[in-house]
């Protein structure tokens, strides 16, 4: 039997995995296809980003914690990067508060996950990016996971 988490950080760490593998799960049986913790341009990070079979943009910006969910007021940013947004939500965070104007709940989308599964709420919207802003992004996706793929063949070659 595993040790229990030694701090309320290390646990939550655990929970966003464990919702990021349900969204994953859930993600690859619609063709849908992602890369966790995708650093994006500015300085910030998306949780999940991935490309559909359309070659779609989506992230996911993963929640498992009221206090990081309700302080959040930097996850617009994200918006400027993918085509669909969603907010990933584990599923004992209550969830009344996503359908107030300040999260856009018109255009996010709304995940309930665990380490098993997943299911969607609420669609996203879709916003298409400029296509010269989904080729640049679509590419920089693209290669972060090349890097890391590289990475597992080589460690030498870094991640």
């Known amino acids: 039997m595993p040790l229990p988490p030694a701090n309320h950080l290390e646990a939550d760490l ?3 995995r ?12 619609n063709d849908i296809w ?7 341009r500015g300085g910030r990070r998306a949780d999940l980003m991935g490309i559909d079979a359309k070659g779609m ?9 009221r206090g990081d969910l309700l302080g959040d007021a930097k996850w617009t940013d994200y918006l400027d990067h993918c085509d669909r947004f969603y907010w990933g939500l584990a599923p004992h965070l209550d969830r009344a508060c ?3 104007a300040n999260f856009l709940p018109e255009r996010c989308g709304l995940i309930v996950a665990d380490g098993y599964d997943a299911e969607i709420l609420r669609p996203a919207a ?11 992004e679509t590419e920089r996706l693209a290669r972060a996971a090349l890097r890391r793929h590289g990475a597992l063949i080589d460690p030498r070659l870094g991640g």
């Open 14 to 16: 655990s929970a966003a």
């Open 18 to 29: 464990a919702v990021a593998r349900g969204i994953g799960r859930l993600f690859a049986r």
């Open 34 to 40: 992602c890369l966790p913790e995708m650093p994006l």
């Open 57 to 65: 943009l989506i992230i996911v910006e993963i929640k498992v914690a």
């Open 98 to 100: 996503m359908d107030q």
């Open 126 to 136: 879709t916003v298409p990016l400029a296509a010269a802003r989904r080729k640049a």
